[in-house]
C-alpha cells in the first residue's frame, strides 16, 4: 500500500513493511531501506547504531515512505528504487513531500 505525502491510509502496525527514503537535508544525501518497524529504524540512524552511509552522510530525516503488506514487495521496491536515476528519486520525494519536511511526527501519530 503506498501513501500520499508520507501519510499512509491506515493505522501502522508490526505487520506492514516500509519502504523508507532518508535525506540529510533538501536534495541533499539520501538513503533507500527497508523495515518492518519504521519508528525503531528511523531512530537506530538517528543515534548512528550502524556505521554506514546514513551514518556517515548524517543522513537522518524520513523524507518518504511506502507501506507494504508482503515484506517481498517491499524488498523488491527497495531494489527498483536503488537503481533509478537520482532525479527520479528526488521527483519521487517532491511529489509527495515537496519541502522534504521531516515525517517523524507523522509516523509517530500513528503507530
Given at each position: 500500500?503506498q501513501c500520499k505525502?508520507?501519510?499512509?491510509?491506515?493505522?501502522?502496525?508490526?505487520?506492514?513493511?516500509?519502504?523508507?527514503?532518508?535525506?540529510?537535508?533538501?536534495?541533499?544525501?539520501?538513503?533507500?531501506?527497508?523495515?518492518?518497524?519504521?519508528?525503531?529504524?528511523?531512530?537506530?540512524?538517528?543515534?548512528?547504531?550502524?556505521?554506514?552511509?546514513?551514518?556517515?552522510?548524517d543522513i537522518h530525516?524520513?523524507?518518504?515512505?511506502?507501506?507494504?503488506?508482503?515484506?517481498?514487495?517491499?524488498?523488491?521496491?527497495?531494489?527498483?528504487?536503488?537503481?533509478?536515476?537520482?532525479?527520479?528519486?528526488?521527483?519521487?520525494?517532491?511529489?509527495?513531500?515537496?519541502?522534504?519536511?521531516?515525517?517523524?511526527?507523522?509516523?509517530?501519530?500513528?503507530?
Amino acid at each position: 500500500m503506498q501513501c500520499k505525502a508520507g501519510i499512509p491510509t491506515r493505522k501502522m502496525t508490526q505487520r506492514n513493511y516500509y519502504v523508507y527514503i532518508l535525506a540529510s537535508r533538501p536534495k541533499g544525501a539520501i538513503y533507500i531501506g527497508v523495515t518492518s518497524n519504521l519508528a525503531k529504524r528511523i531512530w537506530e540512524h538517528r543515534k548512528g547504531i550502524f556505521s554506514g552511509h546514513s551514518k556517515k552522510y548524517d543522513i537522518h530525516r524520513l523524507v518518504y515512505f511506502e507501506i507494504f503488506d508482503q515484506i517481498e514487495d517491499a524488498i523488491a521496491r527497495e531494489k527498483r528504487l536503488k537503481k533509478w536515476r537520482r532525479s527520479w528519486k528526488d521527483e519521487l520525494i517532491e511529489k509527495a513531500n515537496p519541502d522534504w519536511k521531516d515525517l517523524i511526527d507523522d509516523i509517530n501519530i500513528l503507530s
